[in-house]
């Protein structure tokens, strides 16, 4: 297919990132293949494309599939994209190799097959998104028939140097979580003062995407409600009133720009119990008692088990059997409302400077359950909070 050429010789003017900032991850992901042996990187997915891009060229994002998108980070050369999307990339993307096509019905197979081919002429190793917590943004039939195409060639998991790149962020990303933090606190606290006794769950979540970009948010990675924790969470809301005596809970993150955090606050639908006091206090210790213990070398399986033994400590219950035993109590944020690593008995992954983590610990007492969480930062020695939206108990009028 024919290449466009796009200038990538100074910062672009609309890009969302430095050229400084994209060439650093092109190369310490380069440097990372180098040491697996792996000769070309190939993501499909529509964040790995973002975050290799540092733009996308997508016209809906996961709303439609009918066009996929192909970059190709070789070792030995510069970066090769194959898509339609080619004017949603031209003024925040700084790659050079730029492959249109047009087909509908069908995947460009030709041209990435050609691309492919080009990124060395030696590429015997293809590392592709094929391990946990990874999905590729192509048909898996087109996947097998390039697999098929290239019988001298191994595709190989590339899930580990894809999850080292993107769980640790740069300031650059660390700027936009920090703005996500901050328009979501803003909304949600608006939320709480707008709150009516005649709402429904529906109209709650409709409201808070409102608000989220009214403070400043791009779109809004999710809004899960729960009163009481009894309903059911869900993307596609109930037209279920809301009802006095209950725990208004408000999961949320706003996006700016690519990033986005997940974290919940609550409300008493009415004046809050002396139970729903003493749960919410509780909570908040296990939350501080994780807090204090977050740092460069600490295990992600430790601090799970800090915050069981602090939910012993101040009389509670975990909410739920699964997340004591495998479940998790905080995970990775940043494109994604979840990534890698996970606060779970199972994930020995160390905290490093730059992840960004949730802590999340989730206590019952009866019938009085809560889930909190905070989003941190790991810094050279401890850790700053992003989260700083208020931690009281909003009482709502009703």
């Known amino acids: 297919g024919d290449t466009l050429t796009i200038s990538r010789t100074d910062n672009l003017e609309h890009a969302l990132f430095t050229r400084a900032e994209m060439e650093r991850r092109w190369n310490v992901t380069r440097d990372m293949m180098s040491e697996e042996g792996i000769d ?87 590392g592709v998104e094929l391990g946990q917590e990874q999905r590729m943004g192509m048909p898996v039939g ?43 606190g803003r909304a949600r606290q608006r939320l709480f003062s707008t709150v009516e006794s005649d709402m429904t769950e529906r109209d709650i979540v409709r409201l808070m995407r409102q608000l989220i970009q009214e403070e400043g948010g791009d779109r809004t990675s999710f809004v899960i409600l729960q009163q009481d924790y009894t309903g059911a969470k869900n993307q596609l809301p109930y037209d279920r009133l809301l009802v006095k005596g209950d725990i208004l809970a408000v999961d949320a993150g706003a996006y700016v720009r690519q990033y986005t955090v997940d974290y919940a606050r609550m409300a008493s639908l009415g004046p809050t119990t002396d139970d729903q006091k003493r749960v919410h206090a509780g909570v908040l210790e296990v939350n501080f ?26 009389g509670l219950e975990v909410d739920s059997p699964g997340r004591g035993r495998v479940g ?46 905070d989003v941190h930062v790991i810094t050279s020695d401890g850790h700053e909070q992003l989260t700083l939206e208020t931690s009281e108990l909003h009482e709502i009028a009703f």
């Open 40 to 126: 070309a990187l190939m993501v499909t997915g529509e964040e790995n494309f973002q975050y290799f891009a540092g733009a996308s060229a997508s016209l809906a994002l996961h709303h439609s599939l009918t066009r996929p998108s192909v970059f190709i980070l070789p070792l030995q050369r510069d970066p090769i994209i194959v898509s339609q999307g080619v004017d949603n990339l031209k003024l925040g993307c700084y790659v050079n190799d730029v492959r249109p096509y047009t087909e509908l019905l069908t995947f460009p197979h030709d041209i990435v097959l050609e691309a492919l081919r080009d990124a060395g002429a030696d590429a015997r190793i293809i």
């Open 142 to 184: 087109a996947y097998h028939d390039l697999v098929d195409a290239m019988p001298g060639v191994s595709f190989v998991d590339a899930a580990q140097i894809i999850i080292a790149m993107r769980i640790v962020k740069s300031s650059e990303e660390l700027a936009y979580v920090r703005q996500a933090a901050d328009v979501t």
């Open 328 to 373: 998790r109590m905080g995970h990775g944020q940043g494109m994604l409302i979840t990534e890698p690593p996970s606060i779970a008995p199972a994930d020995d992954t160390i905290l490093a400077e730059g992840m960004v983590i949730s802590t999340e610990p989730g206590v019952r007492s009866g019938d009085v359950q809560f889930l909190w969480e």
């Open 289 to 314: 008692r994780m807090k204090a213990a977050l740092g460069p070398g600490v295990k992600c399986s430790e601090m799970h088990k800090i915050a069981m033994q602090a939910i012993s400590d101040v």
